[in-house]
């Protein structure tokens, strides 16, 4: 398919396509039974969807068996096992049986048993337990069952998933890597979705400021650009994102400090439309071979808290209190207007940077 040589060394990050799909490479873990047995697993993502690439390698008489599959989790309980000749039961935590079945099925499609592995693991608490698995195949060998159990100190936890055997040839590691995300998240997880789940932080968080007598406007003027910035880090922008986002920071904080607040804040959104427009451009000229794309990001990343800050810091200073709720939303409603004016000027544009 193409560049084989590299998929036994695809790091995290590295994108790989397989039939005609671009899948990142988001987990790579290595686990030893002994000088004998191997396992090497690629944790593959796209969108919302995640696959296993498992390559297991195993010292035996005639030599090293290596073999590839490509599978997924599937429910444990959709997978059914005989348990005595002709009598089949489902499988689950409890009915779980002590050793290896003759044969199992999944989707009125019968595997029979062929080995097991043993080897230490990292758990999802970051823990190293034992994790056995007992292998199935089809009868033509193309199609793999695996039942994977994970001995914690509690209990047994089996997990069942299901594969094609596969080769390297089937792949084609890419000339490029993406930035995956902070703290867990998925790197086919949108940017609404990392801004809804960094607003749910910020906002249990505003909750206990609220309850110790915070005023909620003065906690809105943190907020916001907070949440921006939480969500730009998970994110991992790209460099001439967070470049020309600190440059838009820089330049409006330098304008309030030099202007003592004077300045008009339509100017300076003004500027920061045009900054929005200029440095895109500028960044292509410094980050060479990266795609300059998303320019509606500098827009929320950069020019929104900016001027989010520099609006409430207005109406913090010189808005006559008690503060009237038109004051409020005109310090809420300026700097979103301002942004999404820098949005449109970007879209209407063009990406490329044309009219």
């Not at 789940?197 to 003027?221: K, M």
């Not at 330049?251 to 900054?275: E, N, Q």
């Amino acid at each position: 398919m193409g560049n084989t040589m590299d998929l036994g060394a695809a790091e995290v990050g590295r994108v790989i396509s397989c039939r005609g799909v671009e899948w990142t490479v988001s987990d790579k873990t290595v686990s030893r039974q002994s000088n004998s047995y191997l396992e090497r697993q690629w944790t593959l993502t796209h969108g919302s969807e995640e696959l296993y690439l498992v390559k297991s390698e195993e010292k035996k008489a005639g030599g090293l068996e290596e073999i590839w599959v490509l599978t997924r989790q599937i429910p444990l309980s959709g997978v059914s096992f005989e348990y005595d000749p002709g009598s089949w039961r489902s499988m689950g935590e409890v009915t779980l049986p002590g050793d290896p079945p003759r044969s199992v099925r999944y989707s009125q499609d019968e595997y029979a048993y062929d080995s097991m592995s043993s080897v230490t693991a990292e758990d999802d608490d970051g823990n190293m337990v034992p994790k056995v698995t007992w292998d199935f195949y089809s009868a033509d060998r193309r199609k793999n069952l695996a039942i994977e159990i994970w001995k914690e100190e509690d209990k047994d936890y089996p997990e069942a998933y299901l594969g094609n055997v596969t080769s390297p040839a089937d792949f084609e590691v890419l000339d490029k890597k993406v930035a995956l995300p902070r703290f867990g998240m998925k790197p086919g997880q949108g940017f609404f979705e990392i801004l809804k789940t960094s607003a749910s932080g910020a906002g249990i968080f505003g909750l206990v400021l609220l309850i110790n007598g915070v005023p909620f406007d003065y906690l809105l003027a943190l907020a916001v650009p907070a949440t921006l910035l939480f969500s730009m880090y998970v994110m991992r922008p790209p460099a001439w994102l967070a470049v020309s986002s600190f440059c838009i920071w820089g330049a409006v904080g330098a304008a309030a400090k030099l202007g003592g607040f004077g300045l008009s804040f339509w100017y300076l959104a003004f500027s920061c439309a045009a900054l929005a427009v200029v440095l895109p451009r500028l960044m292509g000229t410094f980050f060479q071979g990266t795609e300059i794309s998303g320019h509606w990001r500098l827009a929320f990343f950069g020019v929104l808290p900016a001027l989010w800050v520099y609006s409430f810091l207005i109406y913090i200073i010189f808005a006559p209190g008690p503060h009237a709720a038109y004051q409020f939303f005109t310090a809420c409603l300026l700097p979103v207007a301002a942004a999404a004016a820098a949005a449109l000027t970007r879209v209407l544009e063009g990406s490329d940077g044309r009219s």
